[in-house]
């Protein structure tokens, strides 16, 4: 109901803001399911994603075009193709899977390390909190090099000069915690 009612605002043009963002990270670390849940709130199985997906949502009020991109190591190789025109990135993390955080943490440092992306929203998101085996917010930040010194801030703070990046703890299929997210990343769009 909500989407439609944006959905029709922005068909007048009434919504000011677009953005084209990514969903990045390892293969299993939710971001398909995210794309869906937003998309029709609807949980489906797990295949992985082969080839990069496109769609138009709502989210927050904002237009979002999303590219949902593989995440297994061929398909990274196609995640610098998206990079150059992204308003944002949301980067997704499995929280309840440590051994995978020392690859999530080089593939998140290499994007901060881009110079094309110095100056784009990154919001990490830490998924799967709801699993036992998930880790707390403190423990995946510093596993992922993300100290609460080094992150943004949840709370806007638009005089700041340095890039927005910051980490939200959810569960997608809970549907918890990621709008949070969302609603953050939404403030850097122009
Ligand atoms: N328990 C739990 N499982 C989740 C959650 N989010 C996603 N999953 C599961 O994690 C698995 C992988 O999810 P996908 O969305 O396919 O992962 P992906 O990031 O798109 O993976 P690739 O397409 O291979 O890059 C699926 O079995 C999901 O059901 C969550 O919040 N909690
Ligand atoms: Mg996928």
Redesign the pocket.
Known sequence: MFSWFWSVLGKLGLLSKKGKIVFL??????????LNVLKDDR?TM????LHPHSEDLVIEGIQFQTF?L???ET?RRIWKDYLATVNGIIF?IDA?DPSRFPEAYEELAALLASEELAKTPICVLG??I??DTAVSEHELRRAIGLTENLTYGKKYQPSSTTRPLELFM?????RMGYIEGFRWLAKFIP
């Open positions: 990270g390892l293969d299993n670390a939710g971001k398909t399911t995210l949980l797990h295949i992985p994603t949902d593989g995440g297994h398909a997704i309840a998924n799967k709801d699993k959810c569960s997608v299929s809970k």
